[in-house]
């Protein structure tokens, strides 16, 4: 049988309750969730059973099969049980980013006409409030942390409410739960994520049981990490990615997930859990080697000497596996002393000794950051995907990895390119489509079930796929010339110096950036040197920092065509984040905000 049609078959009559009824039943007493820096952790029969005590209470609110329901709340373990609750009544969860302006949670909540809107705590409430009385179609609004009644409004309940009415449910029909769950089929939705955007409104994607559970399958049978394996959540549940490896993929796999639930946190988190696999946006790995960097510029020469040497071997040995070339015995054998003696006690710092698989997707990662962990023994794949694909339409595996690309097509998932470049994939990971504003489900796909995905890329004889540019995001400049800002801005971001960069250029003579430091490295790395002012503000004008980036500037330019290479840049003097607006919820840059900001900046450095 075809690997494609065997995953369908694996797939073919799974939901998620099923596979959930299956984990309480076989690995009742097994880990299922845990938040970090607590002791208490959930069973998957424990999960379970407050899974359905839920599901039975929002079904005595109003929740109703087929609705929809909006998650506002930080990851935390009542996410989960809520979110799973809404799966098992047949209706559709949506978690929405918390850094959503007013306006458009007032579009996301108009548009999904949610019945149900499940909020952290007074916060969030007081966030919701002016948007409330235009919600015609909310019919409760369930409150994680309860608050002082006269803060509440008419419509609100407490989460302990809802689970009190639930089991009172439940004990008056021990099977209601049971029913509608069995009736769900695969092709239904699971959930609704609405996509952060870097411009416009955002689109509501619907994604299926099928869709979900495909993607579990494939990756056990791309990515050969333990049964029940322990992994670490740290990304919003708005987020594909998290959604599928921290929920959907764990329950598929009946593996152990530790939320995480301050970023800033998650080195910790990894020390503590030491995860067989880990997603990694690019910031992360890039602060991850940033940081080694930083460390191995003050440690001792012998210390630089021993990693220096046991670096070497292992990028030797990745560089062959990359092209797909046997590794001699010798090498191996140096290897393995190298990771013994070197590289294993400094992946532990990190939380990477027991990695079986390291992923990298949502943006570009610099290849000089992948070569630069590969000398550390990690390696880190990049994958591709979008929200429309449920996460991965192609990925690097263990096996199969050719650096500065993001892999090949997963089984039963076609890619080919358009006339202009533009990537089209196709197949069992393809979204359900996008809703509508009255309820139903507009295809994404062409006639012939062909996803356009607005990136940009070439594939090479061995159906590796690189990503070049955002199909909207490439700079013609005044001369004409297609130029891609992010293979720029990916070689300023692997200085560790570089937090963020955004290259300018379009319909302009030249190509300029605008720099902002990293919030983390460049503090230590002014210390180091001696500079009195070690905060950002301070540090954007140090004529030692701007000579350092001038250089990173330089070293990037040499490996740049004439009319992609920085004329100028400016050190601004803080960070991007998704609060601040520069970035979205998952990191990429919103370069219409960018440019609208800083266009006085900008203006500056043509001489405006």
């Not at 880990?31 to 407050?50: F, I, K, V």
């Not at 099969?65 to 373990?77: K, T, V």
């Not at 969030?124 to 369930?142: G, Q």
């Not at 990477?352 to 550390?376: E, H, K, Y």
């Amino acid at each position: 049988m075809d690997p494609a049609d065997q995953y369908a078959k694996a797939a073919a009559a799974l939901t998620i309750p099923a596979l959930l009824h299956r984990n309480a039943t076989e690995f009742a007493d097994l880990p299922a969730l845990t938040m970090l820096g607590r002791s208490d952790t959930r069973t998957w029969a424990e999960l379970r059973d407050e899974v359905v005590e839920l599901s039975d209470g929002l079904a005595e609110i109003g929740l109703e099969p087929g609705s929809r329901m909006l998650i506002m709340m930080s990851s935390r373990p009542e996410h989960w049980l809520i979110d799973l609750a809404a799966v098992h009544l047949g209706a559709v969860p949506a978690t929405v980013y918390p850094t959503l302006s007013d306006d458009q949670l007032r579009y996301v909540a108009l548009h999904s006409a949610a019945q149900v809107l499940v909020l952290e705590g007074l916060t969030e409430l007081a966030r919701w409030r002016s948007i409330l009385p235009d919600l015609p179609h909310l019919r409760r609004i369930v409150l994680v942390d309860e608050g002082e009644a006269s803060d509440l409004t008419p419509e609100t309940v407490s989460l302990a409410h809802v689970r009190s009415v639930g089991q009172a449910a439940h004990r008056a029909d021990p099977d209601a739960v049971e029913r509608r769950w069995h009736a769900i089929r695969p092709e239904q939705p699971v959930t609704l994520l609405y996509t952060s955007g870097t411009t416009g409104d955002p689109k509501g994607v619907v994604l299926s049981h099928h869709n979900v559970v495909y993607q579990a399958v494939v990756l056990e049978a791309t990515v050969s990490v333990p049964d029940h394996a322990p992994s670490v959540a740290y990304l919003p549940l708005a987020h594909i990615a998290e959604r599928m490896l921290g929920i959907y993929n764990t329950i598929y796999r009946a593996g152990h997930v530790t939320i995480c639930p301050d970023p800033a946190q998650l080195i910790p988190a990894l020390r503590a859990v030491g995860p067989a696999s880990f997603f990694g946006v690019p910031r992360v790995w890039e602060k991850m080697a940033a940081g080694v960097q930083a460390h191995l510029a003050t440690a001792e020469p012998a210390v630089q000497a021993a990693l220096s040497a046991a670096s070497t071997v292992a990028l030797t040995v990745y560089e062959l596996r990359a092209a797909g070339q046997p590794v001699p015995d010798e090498l191996a054998d140096r290897l393995t002393q190298a990771e013994a003696t070197v590289l294993r006690p400094l992946q532990s710092t990190l939380g990477l000794q027991n990695m079986v698989w390291a992923g990298s997707g949502a943006a570009p990662i610099p290849v000089d950051v992948l070569r630069f962990l590969a000398g550390l023994g990690v390696y880190v794949l990049e994958v591709w995907g979008m929200t429309e694909t449920t996460g991965t339409a192609t990925i690097n595996t263990p096996l199969r990895f050719r650096t500065g690309t993001v892999g090949r097509a997963n089984p039963g998932m076609q890619v080919r390119l358009a006339g202009d470049g533009e990537i089209l994939v196709r197949g069992p990971l393809v979204c359900s489509g996008y809703l509508t504003s009255d309820g139903s489900i507009e295809p994404v796909t062409d006639a012939d079930g062909w996803l356009a995905t607005g990136d940009v890329g070439t594939i090479d004889d061995d159906g590796f796929l690189t990503i070049t540019d955002r199909k909207k995001e490439l700079i013609i400049n005044s001369s004409g010339k297609n130029i891609s800002p992010a293979h720029i801005e990916g070689l300023l971001r692997a200085h560790p110096l570089i937090g963020q960069a955004v290259a300018i250029g379009d319909r302009r003579p030249y190509v300029t950036a605008l720099i902002v430091l990293d919030d983390e490295v460049a503090p230590q790395w002014a210390r180091a040197r001696g500079i009195s002012d070690a905060q950002l503000p301070g540090l954007a004008s140090d004529p030692l920092i701007l000579a350092e980036i001038q250089a990173a500037v330089d070293a990037a330019n040499t490996k740049l065509a004439r009319p992609e290479q920085v004329k100028t840049f400016e050190v601004l003097p803080s960070s991007w984040t998704p609060e601040s607006g520069e970035l979205t919820p998952t990191l990429k840059l919103r370069r219409r905000v960018i440019v609208d900001r800083y266009r006085e900046s900008i203006d500056g450095l043509y001489g405006g």
